[in-house]
């Protein structure tokens, strides 16, 4: 079955940097676009970045464009958020999920399968 899991989160002060992992398992990972999203508490989960099947696309929510980087590397089936220049605005859950899609979509009703999250918070 699809399995999503996540790592790399933790405490870290602002402007600090943390990298996030995705292991995939169970389906053609090449196949499928792949995004993060994160959720703060009391808000609406939101897309924060978004990667194409084959890594030739991606895409990002402005207030983390030149901070934050998504990479996949296919053969380990594996997909990397790096967060650069951490705000106390960027703490929240941060999840991986698995896009309906072969190209990057925005909306998480698009996304049919997701990890269990990873608490990443940013002390000013």
């Known amino acids: 079955q699809v399995q999503l899991v996540e790592s790399g989160g933790g405490l870290v002060q602002a402007g600090g940097s943390l990298r996030l992992s995705c292991a995939a398992s169970?389906?053609?990972?090449?196949?499928?676009?792949m995004g993060w999203f994160r959720q703060a508490p009391g808000k609406e989960r939101e897309f924060v970045a978004g990667?194409?099947?084959?890594?030739?696309?991606?895409y990002y929510v402005d207030s983390v464009k030149d901070r934050f980087a998504i990479s996949r590397n296919n053969a380990k089936n594996t997909v990397y958020l790096q967060m650069n220049s951490l705000k106390p605005e960027d703490t929240a859950v941060y999840y991986c999920?698995?896009?309906?899609?072969?190209?990057?979509?925005?909306?998480?009703?698009?996304?049919?399968?997701w990890g269990q999250g990873t608490q990443v918070t940013v002390s000013s």
């Open positions: 999920a698995r896009s309906r899609r072969p190209y990057v979509v925005l909306t998480t009703t698009e996304y049919d399968y």
């Open positions: 169970g389906y053609a990972f090449s196949t499928y676009a």
């Open positions: 990667i194409r099947g084959s890594g030739s696309n991606t």
